[in-house]
């Protein structure tokens, strides 16, 4: 039931996903050193965004099961083939909910306040695109709050520092930008089941282009958090931190002109969180 249950909620993107919490919390207050960390503060956060996660992807799953039955590519999903049942799925989005209100109330009063923002998200994207080609977005919108959530849960003030969203304005567009590139494998399912998304309603040229369009974007958004807050004072070293998610940013989006289940496509995306994470504590921590 374990393995089912982590293999349902994807446990290894939630781990994958992880560093963007850290870089968050790392870039809510100055360093002043190792011995300064709380690490309790940090358990919690990664408790926290596990909790988020783990309820959001079942919350999706759980919604969009009917329509993953009658997909050849989704039908196979725990859910669909029967080997999870429903009952099982809420009480997996409970645990996951369960323990991201605990850690919340745990980090505080502002953390506990703000904690229905994502939950708000959460519930919403999934349901985008049963009405709107633009749900691409609300998935770019959920990884967006993770820096921004290991910020405010590590040091709970508002606003926090513009590194910060910078941060957070990388992974809108990194994920929204994966994401009209992973549609293209259902453009002609989601045409023929009326699902809307780039790619079923302006076909695959157009959710190729704007794909390029948004992951430059997300370079652009690397490129000033490097330029105002890391060159100043590493010079070619903060830039050459930051290369590798940089390169595999475009390798994600050469990947996508070909992208079929299995492809590296899937692979490089998953390790640009933990390439960004490693940049930007490279960039913190470093004299």
């Not at 992807?57 to 759980?62: D, G, K, P, T």
């Not at 070909?258 to 899937?266: R, T």
């Amino acid at each position: 039931m374990l393995k089912k249950a982590l293999s349902f909620v994807k446990i290894e993107h939630t781990l994958f996903s992880l560093p963007m919490f850290f870089a968050g919390a790392l870039l809510s207050q100055p360093w002043t050193g190792w011995a300064s960390i709380a690490w309790a503060r940090v358990l919690l956060v990664i408790l926290a965004g596990a909790g988020a996660r783990t309820a959001a992807l079942a919350l999706n799953r759980l919604l969009d099961a009917r329509i993953d039955a009658r997909n050849p590519r989704t039908a196979n999903r725990e859910l669909p083939r029967g080997a999870l049942k429903r009952t099982q799925a809420w009480g997996i989005i409970a645990v996951g909910l369960g323990a991201y209100l605990a850690a919340a109330a745990a980090l505080g009063p502002l953390c506990l306040e703000l904690s229905p923002l994502p939950l708000v998200v959460f519930v919403l994207y999934p349901l985008m695109k049963r009405f709107t080609w633009t749900c691409h977005f609300g998935v770019g919108l959920g990884l967006a709050l993770a820096p921004l959530g290991g910020a405010i849960g590590y040091h709970p003030v508002w606003p926090q520092p513009l590194a910060v969203w910078w941060l957070a304005a990388f992974a809108f567009f990194w994920v929204s930008g994966f994401d009209v590139l992973y549609a293209l494998l259902d453009e002609e399912f989601d045409r023929r089941e009326g699902i809307y998304s780039i790619p079923s309603r302006f076909g695959s040229g157009t959710a190729l282009d704007l794909g390029l369009m948004l992951h430059g974007a997300a370079l652009l958004c690397l490129g000033a958090l490097v330029h105002h807050y890391f060159a100043p004072h590493l010079g070619w070293i903060a830039w050459a931190a930051m290369a590798p998610a940089a390169i595999l940013l475009l390798l994600e989006q050469r990947f996508g002109y070909s992208l079929e289940m299995g492809s590296p496509f899937f692979r490089i995306n998953a390790w640009i969180g933990v390439a960004v994470g490693l940049a930007v504590g490279v960039g913190v921590i470093l004299p």
